[in-house]
């Protein structure tokens, strides 16, 4: 859903407000996406009131009606991201609520600091930097939204994907792995599936294809030399799991390409 989307952020503060602040009334066109580090403020988007304060993440996505005061007491410090996503897709909104909690890790914390000081400093390029950075903290966002955080993941279940990252032209079994990190097959079958959200019969077959998209897409093999670089005895299964995964049959892949080229130009 996301993949294709390019962050242009034009806008970033290290906002310290002061008794008094706000931000007044009016339509945005563009993506606020603001982190919380202290102190409390209400956000009024599409005239509906939302309370925050430390530890909490703001998206307010472009068409909405948005305005904002800090209250007094405890002034508001926070990290805003004003940004666009390159055209024509700046109508994508992403998939947090006005005000979601708990979203601010240390992991996030540190990129924002990293960021910050590379949006200060604007060395040549600064903004290729800047925008790498971003994309990591938005990656890290929705990559804890969907509960896939990698640094949760069982080092076991670690250690098998990146056996087959590496071996997954060949034929490894699951009681193969099992054996590998010394579990059952059973147990490791619901522990991979647990951690990847996804079957280890699953997991295997979309990295094959995806790799073989990769191989189809530069053009250096046809799709029978590529189904057998990836694994695949079956030809005709590899073409129907292929288009069962990725839309299109593998015959396909170079229209595709030039068919997204042309859509971005």
Known sequence: MFHHLVPNVFLFVDRRCFPG????????GFHDLTFVMDGKACYVINGKEHLVE???LIYVPGGSIREAYTFDSSPMHAYPFNFHWAGPHNHQALPFDIVTKRMIT??????IRDFKQV??????????????LFEMILHRLLTNFYRQATSRTDPRIKRVVDYITDHYAEQIQLGEMAEMVQLHPVYLGKLFKHHTGSTYKEYINRIRINSAEMMLLAGDFTVT????????????????????????PPSMAKKVLEDTKKAWD
């Open 225 to 248: 030399e590529t189904a057998a670089r990836c694994g695949f005895q079956d030809i005709y299964y590899f073409s129907n799991l292929f288009k069962q995964i990725k839309g299109y």
């Open 119 to 132: 949006w200060m400093d604007k060395q040549p390029f600064y903004m290729i930097r800047a925008r790498a």
């Open 106 to 111: 240390k992991e996030i914390v540190t990129y």
């Open 21 to 28: 602040w706000t931000i007044e009334q009016r339509k945005i």
């Open 54 to 56: 430390a530890g909490d």
